[in-house]
Structures are given as structure tokens and as C-alpha cells.
């Protein structure tokens, strides 16, 4: 099986330039190509994730990744999918936001001995001059063109600001420019992407005469169409600090039972027979359960290391098996200061412990009977309690919490 063939059987591509072409190139390791990261935060998160194991297989299979950090294009925004206009990032904070990415990237993506390479376009956008742009750049791009887009179209009601109309232009000048120097001749990205990498395409073919071929990822979203890797807490991240590695653990544990198979198929790298062997026993609740914990494994291993997996993998058993009591399970330690008269309220402690983001809404899980404290069900939003021994706080079926006294 050809590395193409492997990447549709896991229903990875949605959209093609030229199928025939791209198949050639990386079936036969001759791809040069790149993927946009814009470093809106000092973490890459969830949805980047498959971006990364893509360019992990290509690299594989001999190709060579290009991972374009946005400092340039970070500064504008891109308008794609989105319904108001990205926050303006200062310099210093693109630039921190771009080595904390190389050092996640890392784990997915060998950059020794020219293997790979992290680049960034401030390096050359930031530089442009005005006019040049308009002359040598501009005048390759219709305007009627450009707002048939969707994602023109999508922002156009609303308000779309000539900085934001620039962002496609910028996107095909960086496939431009990559091409001229780096030998770049494929881009891959999200499917919400695909204007902005048809636009580097037609401007590689205008200015220069040459075919260059892109290539979008089917989105990761889940069984009700919504973009996986948000929880009530936020996006999940891959940085330890921003999302635990029992959290990124329980995150995936959880999916739902529709879901888990397609995400071994996208995100992992069990060999895809295992994982359609694998589909067709899931004929029992056991069964989607384990599905799902070997997906949890193998995706913390990715990210965090196969120690951090196992660790992982036993606390979770641990909580599921012992009545949610593990020594590896999110701990909050209460200070006094936390306290009122030696005891704190249930709604108060929610909050405490971020398993709710508010007090209306550790309220409204309280009296919808969604909270456990030490096997004993709380539906009393004033129930109040003492530390005098570990509390196990639980939210649903699946979120366990220890409270313990600083």
C-alpha cells in the first residue's frame, strides 16, 4: 500500500490540485512541502494535531516538511472560518510563541541535518515594501475572485477589513517564496484553507511559470460536525502546563463511541488493519472502551512520552476501577484562607477545583444531581464540608478530582 492510498484509507484527504501528481511525489519521497502554523499562543493545541501526524508520515516516507511559523502573517490574522477579526500580537510575543512551538513540533518532527525545517515569514513579509507588493503581487489576484470564497464570504456581512482581504495574498506569497528558496513545491492545510493555498498555486504559476500542487486535511471534528479538542475549560492543549497529561488522557478516553474510530484512523499510528479489525468488533460497550483507552495511549505517548502514557493509562484504570482513587488524579490542595469557619461550600469548591467555570454553573450541576463527593450524591447547593480527610469530588460518570487540605 502507497503512502497515498494509506492517507485516503484513513480518510485524511479532502481536496487535491492534481491527485495523480501528489501521488507521485510523496509516494516516491520527492515532496518538499509546508504547513502554516500562526503562533497566536505559546502552545500548539488539539487542532493542530493532525497537521503534525501528517507531516510525521510524510517525513516517513522520505519527504521533506517545512513548518512555517506565521510572525508575519500572525500580526494580520486570517479571516478563514472565523467571524470577527483575530487580536494584533506585539513582536516579542510572536517570537516567544514561535520557539515554544519548534520545541513541541520537535516531538513529532525530526529537524536534525536539514530533515526538516522551522522557518518564519516575518523574515521576509515584514520587509516588503507597499508598492513592490501592489505591482509584482497584487496585480495576479481578482477581487471577484477572492470574495467568491467561502471564507471571504463568511466574514463579508460582518465587516471583512482590508487587513484582514490581504491575509491570501501574504498566505500565496509565502508558498511563493518557499518555492523559490527552499525548493517547495506542495502545501498542505486544513480544508478551511484551500482558497488561500489555490491562491499560492495560481501566483507560482503566474510569476514563475511552474506547477506547484496543494493538498487539505479533512477537518477533525466530531460525530455532531463541531472541531474537536475544546472542553468546558477551553482548547486542549499539548504544552503540560496548559493541559495536564491526565487531562489530554481523560480527553481522549472520553470521546464519543462514533468518533473513537476515525480518530485512530487520522491520529494514530497502529497500522490501519489493526485499527478496521478493531471496528469490526465493537459490538459491546467493553469494546468501545477499550478502543478508546488504546486510542488515549497512543496519542499521550505521542505527545508526552510512552512513560507518561502508561502512567496515565493505571491512574485512569485506577479511578475507574477504585472508586475514583488515584494518586496520579488532578489534586486541589485548600489553603485556610479557602475556608469560612473551617468548611467550604460545594459551590465554591466546584469553581476551586475549575470542574465548573462559574457559581450558576456548579449550581445548575448540583441540582441536575451531577456531583459526588465521597460516593455520596450532592443535589443541597448550601451542602458545605471540612477537611478532615481527602474528598473525592465527582462531576458526571468520568471526571474525578481530589481535594486534600494544603
Known amino acids: 500500500m502507497t503512502l497515498y492510498e494509506e492517507l485516503k484509507r484513513r480518510g485524511l484527504i479532502a481536496q487535491t490540485t492534481d491527485e ?8 516516491n519521497g520527492k515532496a518538499t512541502f509546508y504547513i502554516g502554523f500562526d503562533p497566536t499562543a505559546d502552545s500548539l493545541h488539539v487542532g493542530h494535531f493532525m497537521a503534525l501526524c501528517l ?3 510524510m517525513q516517513m516516507a522520505g ?11 500572525g500580526m494580520i490574522g486570517d479571516p478563514s472560518g472565523k467571524t470577527d477579526m483575530r487580536k494584533m500580537l506585539t513582536p516579542e510575543t510572536i517570537q516567544h510563541n514561535c520557539e515554544c512551538f519548534k520545541k513541541q513540533m520537535s516531538r513529532f518532527i525530526d529537524f536534525s541535518d536539514g530533515k526538516a525545517l522551522m ?3 516575518g523574515d521576509w513579509l515584514l520587509s516588503l515594501n507597499y508598492v513592490d507588493v501592489l505591482r509584482e503581487v ?4 481578482s477581487v471577484n475572485k477572492m470574495l467568491s470564497f467561502e471564507c ?3 466574514r463579508w456581512e460582518r465587516g471583512l477589513t482590508f487587513l484582514e482581504f ?3 495574498i501574504m498566505q500565496s506569497y509565502d508558498f511563493y517564496k518557499l518555492y523559490q528558496d527552499y525548493g517547495c513545491n506542495m502545501q498542505f492545510g486544513g480544508d478551511d484553507q484551500w482558497a488561500n493555498m489555490l491562491g499560492g498555486t495560481e501566483l507560482i504559476r503566474k510569476k514563475l511559470g511552474k506547477d506547484a500542487y496543494a493538498m487539505t486535511i479533512t477537518l477533525l471534528l466530531n460525530s455532531e460536525g463541531k472541531k474537536m479538542g475544546k472542553t468546558e475549560k477551553g482548547a486542549v492543549w499539548l504544552d503540560a502546563e496548559k493541559t495536564s497529561p491526565y487531562d489530554f488522557f481523560q480527553y481522549w478516553r472520553n470521546v464519543g463511541d462514533a468518533d473513537v474510530i476515525k480518530c485512530l484512523k487520522m491520529l494514530t499510528f497502529l497500522p490501519i488493519e489493526q485499527i478496521e479489525e478493531m471496528e469490526q468488533h465493537l459490538d459491546s460497550g467493553a469494546a468501545y472502551n477499550n478502543a478508546k483507552e488504546i486510542l488515549a495511549y497512543e496519542l499521550t505517548a505521542l505527545v508526552h512520552g510512552k512513560e507518561e502514557a502508561e502512567k496515565q493509562r ?6 475507574f476501577a477504585g472508586g475514583g482513587i488515584s494518586d496520579d488524579m488532578p489534586t486541589t490542595a485548600l489553603t485556610a484562607d479557602d475556608l469560612t469557619d473551617g468548611a467550604i461550600g460545594i459551590l465554591p469548591l466546584l469553581v476551586k477545583t475549575k470542574l465548573c467555570p462559574s457559581i450558576s454553573e456548579a449550581r445548575r450541576l448540583v441540582q441536575q444531581g451531577g456531583v459526588t463527593v465521597n460516593d455520596e450524591k450532592i443535589t443541597d447547593p448550601k451542602m458545605q464540608f471540612t477537611l478532615e480527610g481527602d474528598l473525592i469530588v465527582r462531576k458526571g460518570k468520568k471526571v474525578f478530582h481530589k481535594v486534600t487540605k494544603a
Open 20 to 27: 495523480a501528481e501528489i501521488a507521485e511525489l510523496i509516494n
Open 55 to 57: 507531516m510525521k508520515r
Open 63 to 73: 519527504n521533506k516538511p517545512i513548518a512555517l511559523v506565521g510572525g508575519g502573517t
Open 119 to 121: 522557518v518564519n515569514n
Open 138 to 141: 497584487g496585480a495576479c489576484f
Open 152 to 154: 471571504y464570504k463568511q
Open 166 to 168: 490581504n491575509y491570501m
Open 314 to 319: 493505571e491512574a485512569a484504570r485506577a479511578i
